[in-house]
């Protein structure tokens, strides 16, 4: 082969790798631009999703400040009715109730307006007797019947 054959041999092999490089670049930019736009919506989901917290947060503060003054005025709206009821009603029976209702609150350290939590029982008359959670709760105690009663045919 001569030097001439060789020359224009390596030239073509330049201009293919040139227009191949050329190709490949082009559909490696296309992926570039591909992965700008997803770092772009990912940041733009990420700045709404902050947006949306700071919503939920300020929605439970206003919400929390609304139940504290709807509280305060359901407790000065009692203390109305009572004040009213006492100063209105001369009935011995519903003051007796009162004071003894005051009294017990007082004894557990607690004031009329101090509200008292839910209770998910049931409270029961005496101390000693044994709520529905107890193993026994509903079997009576008496003894077994010592007669049996014969099987049946």
């Known amino acids: 082969m001569s ?17 191949a490089g050329y190709f490949i670049g082009r559909s490696g930019s296309a992926g570039g631009l591909q992965q700008r736009r997803l770092e772009q919506q990912i940041d733009e989901l990420r700045s709404e999703y902050t947006r949306y917290q700071a ?3 300020e929605h439970f503060v206003e919400s929390a400040h609304m139940l ?3 509280n305060d005025a359901y407790r000065d709206i009692n ?3 009572a004040r009213g009821a006492s100063r209105l009603c001369h009935d011995e029976d519903w003051t007796n109730e009162f004071a003894l209702e005051s009294n017990a609150q007082a ?15 049931a409270p029961k008359a005496d ?27």
């Not at 054959?5 to 073509?12: H, L, T």
Request: aromatic letters at 4%; zero cysteines.
């Open 3 to 19: 030097t001439i054959m060789i020359v224009a041999i390596a030239i073509g092999i330049l201009i293919a790798g040139l227009v």
């Open 55 to 57: 919503q939920v947060n």
């Open 68 to 70: 504290r003054r709807f």
């Open 79 to 81: 203390r109305h009715m």
């Open 107 to 121: 004894r557990l350290g607690r004031s009329a307006d101090d509200p008292e939590p839910p209770r998910d029982y």
């Open 127 to 153: 101390p000693e007797e044994k709520g529905t959670l107890a193993e026994d709760y509903g079997l009576d105690n008496e003894p077994e019947d010592t007669e049996q009663t014969p099987p049946r045919q």
